[in-house]
């Protein structure tokens, strides 16, 4: 299959890479110049585990090339792909679709034969429509069909999301061609087993949306849970555990901390409660599930001035983490971004240490020292706080940490820390969703 890819971003590029190692004939298909240089050259423009050899091996192989002219990248193309963003709008957060039109307008433009459409960005209900629309307008001459696509990967395990995946989801209007076209394209994934569900193409935009909003609130619920344990003296821990053992709720995404962030459960929880509303059918829960996870970041700022004893004020705090989760550079809607707020509005100096992540967020918090490592980090600091649980912060030495700080304070929002171990080093713990222990 020949596959063209609009949009070099996390998922374009992830996708793009993936499709071409399954043996297909991709083209990737970017505006920015000086980025295609880049990937070409070797250099990826995110941090993304095993992306660079994957890249770098299926360029080598000739199934993987890049390009800025998208009226050669569509030529002979079975299926085009739009993988471009899809930001909140300034505004009144419905999803920005300018670059999704736009992108279609151009494949309208320069499609030279029959081919498949398909949206894997993040779109609400009804974009393939006018995708579909838009194209067909500009071109009764070509036989096109428009499909959805949405994609499930997490940063950081993409490319094991895309080759494994629970499921892949595609939306059509029924158009026989452009199931065959998507079963060819999906047809290596077989061999793992891999459900491919076909359905309508709007019920295919919503099932992303409404996977995200699920994920998002499950999150929350432990999140509101965590608060109520400290309250009355229970472990998170355990009630999630407790809870997660019973299969009809699963153990995954019930680890309290922060927060969620990141480039789509903040994004497209928003852009659901929009939709939504506009259709007269309110989805209060995710309305609700927005605002609590908004005001739990700000929250986690509080909650360190707390175990400082109620006063930042000429104090020092040590972030360990900045990316809204491990694996990656991305800081889009990073609960430290809030966190570092709070602190600097209660008057505390912060110094912070990120494995990937401290390039990004260096101007995002210009008010932030960054550190050379987490030793360095904590030195003479009033607090150390774990806000991402990179591996590299579970194996610390804690008694390093704890002596060479001014006050040995550990707060820990993502509870990785032993509560023992903590306190045998000399801290005193402030932990999500427990007791804590004080020294
Ligand atoms: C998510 C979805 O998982 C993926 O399917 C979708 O396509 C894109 O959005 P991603 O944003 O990369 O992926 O990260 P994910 O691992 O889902 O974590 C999202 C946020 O939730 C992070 O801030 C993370 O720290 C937080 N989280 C996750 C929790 O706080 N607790 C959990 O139990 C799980």
Redesign the pocket.
Known sequence: MKITMIGTGYVGLVSGACFADFGHDVVCVDKDAGKIAAIESGRMPIYEPGLDHLVGSNAAAGRLSFTTDLGEGVKGADAIFIAVGTPSRRGDGHADLSYVYAAAKEIAAAVDGPTVIVTKSTVPVGTGDEVERIVREARSDVEIAVVSNP??????AAIG?FKRPDRVVVGTTGDQRAIDVMAQIYRPLNLNQAPVMFTGRRTAELIKYA??AF?ATK?TF??EMADLCEAVGAEVQDVARGIGLDNRIGS??????P???????PKDTLALVKTGQDHDAPIRIVETVVQVNDLRKRAMGRKIVKALGGEARGKTVALLGLT??PN?DDMRDA?SIAIVQALEDAGATIVAYDPEGMDVAAPLMPQVTMAKDAYEAAKGADALVLVTEWDAFRALDLKRLAASMNQPTLVDLRNIYPIQEAQNAGFTLSRVGGKGTEK
Request: net charge neutral.
């Open positions: 994609e499930f990967l997490r940063e950081g999301d996977a995200n994920l999150i432990i999140n995954k995404f019930l680890h309290a901390g927060g969620y962030g990141g480039s789509c459960f809204f989760k990656t609960p």
